[in-house]
């Protein structure tokens, strides 16, 4: 229930901007039609132990206690698409999600522009970037693009 929570709130941000995307059908405007397709891919480690920096220092977590997604809606009115991401994680470099946002775009056609991304800010999930002692492992890092990709592009077949 908490998810659909969280994406009525973006939703509703949404239409409040007057985003284009969104803006309600009019009369003469019935070939128009808003779809939408969601989707969470695991963005959990393959392997442990992992680093995890959330409580100021360094801590090596040996199992997932819950599995961490990526939580992907893309939005299409006949004209324009976006992709929407928060990713289950404390904090994710911006360089991460420029290559996550390259890659779904060559598989989508989605402009990068048209793309939005964010961390929840989770205490326990994976160290992405080095901050308080921890060093992220390079293979999470590619890992994390690669999945963030694989949700938008599951997401993005979900409405056609």
């Not at 939005?75 to 991401?85: P, Q």
Request: hydrophobic share 40%; aromatic share 6%; with cysteine.
């Amino acid at each position: 229930m908490r998810n659909i929570q969280r994406w009525g709130v973006v939703l509703f941000a949404l239409m409040a901007t007057g985003n284009p995307v969104l803006r309600p059908v009019q009369c003469a405007d019935v070939k128009r039609v808003l779809r939408a397709g969601a989707y969470a891919v695991d963005i959990t480690p393959e392997y442990f132990p992992v680093s995890s920096n959330g409580n100021m220092s360094d801590r090596q977590a040996t199992v997932a206690h819950d599995p961490l997604h990526a939580r992907c809606l893309v939005l299409h009115n006949g004209e324009t698409s976006l992709a929407i991401v928060v990713c289950d994680s404390c904090m994710i470099p911006r360089d991460i999600f420029d290559a996550a946002k390259a890659l779904a775009s060559q598989r989508t056609g989605i402009p990068v522009a048209n793309m939005l991304m964010s961390a929840t800010h989770a205490h326990s999930a994976v160290t992405v970037t080095g901050v308080f002692q921890s060093e992220p492992e390079s293979r999470y890092r590619e890992f994390l693009v690669q999945r963030i990709a694989d949700g938008i592009e599951q997401a993005h077949k979900q409405y056609q």
